[in-house]
């Protein structure tokens, strides 16, 4: 009885001295590291205990649901970039063909046309991606809708190069008429002057021609009316024979990344 007394005693004693460790562990600011790397491996585990003893089984599957969901996220983000890619190229082609239509409707029915992106430039040349394997040919003429883009001077496998409308390297017969609605579909009738365009200068107008600044230039023939360009000065020659003008272009070939190719 005696040994079972003393016995009571220590364990008395001993739980007495664990509680105090348990109590310093706790609050004292001393031991919060050494109590957070013992916490730190079952903070999972007690969330889980406590979730089940919640009944809050939905947390405790929300990680999987989760990971789930981020992968659905991304193949919903992965169909719509192939969506937006598909409109794209169905616009691009409605584009496309809104493009040969105005042409259609504006050159002879035995014109035919080849689109070309532009790929490159160099001083007074364009580089398109068509060559020989598509048709292409020397001297061909390229255009923008109703406006002269350039001719053909080189032409590769799969690419050609073409000197640009402004160039002083070529040289139009133009027919100058003036800018009214009625004149643009029969620039013939409304004819004011004819010349031969080098770079930007239209040379041997004749001096009776009554042009004026703000008149259009097209082409005159191979084929008649592609605009060239409208005039924004005149003077006389150095010999007093013929008159000159300047033109400016009607579009910025630099800046274009499509054209189109006149096939006969």
């Not at 609050?27 to 916490?39: A, E, S």
């Not at 794209?88 to 046309?113: C, M, R, T, V």
């Not at 770079?199 to 600044?213: M, T």
Request: proline share 3%; glycine share 6%.
């Amino acid at each position: 009885m005696l040994a079972w007394k003393d016995f009571n005693k220590k364990s008395l004693s001993g739980y007495i001295f664990l509680a105090l460790i348990i109590f310093l562990l706790d609050y004292w600011p001393l031991f919060v590291p050494l109590k957070n790397i013992f916490n730190w491996p079952f903070q999972s585990l007690r969330e889980s205990v406590y979730c089940l003893n919640n009944g809050d089984w939905q947390k405790i599957f929300s990680s999987g649901r989760t990971s789930s969901l981020e992968q659905e996220n991304q193949k919903l983000k992965e169909e719509r970039v192939r969506l937006i890619g598909e409109v794209a190229l169905l616009q691009g082609l409605n584009d496309e063909n809104q493009k040969l239509k105005s042409l259609i409707d504006f050159y002879p029915e035995d014109y035919h046309f080849l689109p070309a992106k532009v790929i490159g430039r160099s001083g007074d040349y364009l580089i398109i991606n068509q060559g020989e394997k598509a048709g292409v040919l020397l001297g061909q003429l390229v255009v923008s809708a109703q406006h002269l883009v350039g001719r053909i001077t080189e032409v590769y496998t799969h690419e050609a190069r073409l000197v640009k409308l402004g160039s002083s390297l070529l040289e139009w017969p133009v027919l100058i008429f003036a800018d009214q609605p009625d004149c643009f579909s029969n620039s013939i009738v409304c004819q004011k002057g004819r010349g031969i365009v080098s770079g930007q200068i239209i040379k041997e107008i004749l001096r009776e021609e009554e042009v004026a600044e703000g008149d259009l230039v097209v082409l005159l023939d191979d084929p008649a009316g592609i605009l060239v360009g409208r005039i924004v000065q005149i003077w006389e020659s150095q010999d007093k024979l013929f008159k000159q003008a300047k033109i400016e272009k009607l579009i910025n070939p630099d800046r274009l990344t499509e054209v189109f190719l006149i096939v006969k």
